[in-house]
């Protein structure tokens, strides 16, 4: 059974304004040693202010998210080249502005950030353009030049850039990705539902996949099936927003039986 944590979503909702995000990035540029010097009580001293932001912004939340929060920060405040160690203000993803040598992968930097995307679970924007300029510039033929250790990077960050297109671009694994990435629960993706009606549903669906007798009869299935996805991921969308987090696993289930039925249907074509 789902297992619900205490009522707060991520780090980045706690904070949620732009004007402690705000607070936060000017302390950490006053760190920088390139930056101007500000009377501050917090300046050179990122423990003091962890522990005030903790007192004041989330006095509730979890050492361990504190702590994240904390090492993400100082990460972005640190951010350099291994290559060239030019310090960057901002997160190096893929390759170093400076140099452009390729970068080593990342992983606070999440797949939304790697499309240039904000965290929403409905996407509007087409990711296949995307996905091939960033493919394109991490292909063996582009990179063969490059030392051993920059190959390397190149195949990691390649490996999650298809990782990022294949959770993205599916309703259900995209669901997942970022109910786990913001959501207040912890689920288990293989839990299933045990209601009579849909179990017979998906049956039924079952043995018209087993029984088609040509292409054209499995292509129809599979648009029902992709009408059915739609609806569920809209449904989700709705519950997402509305924070009503067993909907939204509810439909994820649901949208479970639906894509396992696809995947029969694409075995059979």
């Keep these: ?9 991520s780090l980045s909702t706690l904070l949620g304004c732009r004007a402690i ?7 950490f540029l006053n760190q920088s040693p390139s930056a101007p010097h500000v009377n501050s009580p917090f300046s050179g001293n990122s423990t003091l202010f962890f522990q005030v932001a903790k007192s004041y912004l989330f006095p509730n939340a979890p050492q361990s998210y504190v ?12 951010a350099s080249c ?5 310090q ?9 502005d400076s140099c452009q040598a390729i970068q080593p992968v990342d992983h606070s930097v999440d797949f939304f950030k790697i499309f240039g995307l904000e965290k929403n679970y409905e996407i509007k924007e087409n990711l296949d353009g995307k996905y091939k300029d960033w493919q394109k510039k991490l292909h063996p033929d582009i990179v063969h030049s490059k030392s051993e250790k920059e190959r390397e990077f190149a195949a990691q960050q390649s490996g999650r850039v298809i990782d990022a297109y294949r959770t993205l671009s599916n309703p259900r694994l995209r669901a997942i990705y970022i109910l786990k990435l913001e959501a207040v629960v912890d689920f288990n993706e293989e839990e299933t539902i045990s209601e009579p009606q849909l179990l017979a549903e998906i049956m039924e669906i079952r043995e018209a996949v087993e029984e088609a007798p ?11 099936m992709g009408e059915k996805l739609q609806h569920w991921s809209n449904s989700f969308a709705n519950a997402f ?6 909907e939204a696993i509810s439909c994820i289930q ?4 639906y894509d396992r039925v696809n995947e029969e249907i694409v075995k059979r074509l």
């Design 67 to 78: 702590n994240r929060f904390y090492s993400e920060s100082l990460k972005r405040q640190y």
């Design 214 to 224: 040509n292409s054209n009869a499995l292509t129809d299935i599979q648009y029902q």
């Design 88 to 96: 960057s203000q901002r997160l190096l993803f893929l390759v170093c």
């Design 21 to 27: 995000n705000s607070m936060a990035n000017r302390f």
């Design 1 to 9: 059974m789902m297992r619900r944590k205490e009522h707060w979503t």
């Design 82 to 86: 291994w290559n060239c160690n030019t």
């Design 241 to 246: 927003r509305s924070q009503k987090f067993e």
């Design 254 to 257: 649901r949208m479970t039986y």
